[in-house]
């Protein structure tokens, strides 16, 4: 099975541990994605609403960059870093997907990352 690796500069560039994404069989696998901004490497937005909007920013640019669109998302998951925030990352993730949503877990963020308060992954139809 033939795989691509997908990259854009127009979102987080990710540590030299993982990609972006890889495009495969058919679907488009979008790493864990932080809040952070393409240009300057920092951290977008003090609240989880902001970090959200952020995190989808950079999901939807990767995917852009694999061929596929947010509409094509058929599972993605969100990794906070307080259960608290479950509420505001909902607010802003409606925002996204009012209307027939991709299927979606959740989980917590396994390490303290100063100032990170969510990450996105996603997978999507090619």
Same mark, same amino acid.
């Given at each position: 099975?033939?795989?691509?690796?997908?990259?854009?500069?127009?979102?987080?560039?990710?540590?030299?541990?993982? /990609?972006?994404?890889?495009?495969?069989?058919?679907?488009?696998?979008?790493?864990?994605?932080?809040?952070?901004?393409?240009?300057?490497?920092?951290? +977008?937005?003090?609240?989880?609403?902001?970090?959200? $909007?952020?995190?989808?920013?950079?999901?939807?640019?990767?995917?852009?960059?694999?061929?596929?669109?947010?509409?094509?998302?058929? /599972?993605?998951?969100? +990794?906070?870093?307080?259960?608290?925030?479950?509420?505001?990352?909902?607010?802003?993730?409606? $925002?996204?997907?009012? +209307?027939?949503?991709?299927? $979606?877990?959740?989980?917590?963020?396994?390490? $303290?990352?100063?100032?990170?308060?969510? /990450?996105?992954?996603?997978?999507?139809?090619?």
């Amino acid at each position: 099975m033939a795989r691509d690796i997908v990259f854009t500069p127009n979102a987080a560039k990710p540590p030299a541990t993982y /990609s972006q994404a890889v495009k495969a069989a058919g679907l488009v696998f979008v790493s864990g994605t932080a809040p952070i901004d393409a240009a300057t490497g920092a951290i +977008v937005g003090a609240t989880v609403q902001e970090q959200t $909007r952020q995190c989808l920013k950079n999901v939807s640019a990767i995917l852009e960059a694999a061929g596929s669109t947010m509409d094509k998302i058929v /599972s993605i998951t969100i +990794v906070l870093a307080d259960e608290d925030d479950f509420a505001g990352m909902n607010e802003e993730y409606l $925002r996204w997907f009012p +209307v027939d949503p991709p299927a $979606r877990q959740g989980a917590k963020l396994p390490a $303290r990352i100063p100032g990170l308060k969510v /990450s996105v992954a996603a997978i999507a139809e090619a």
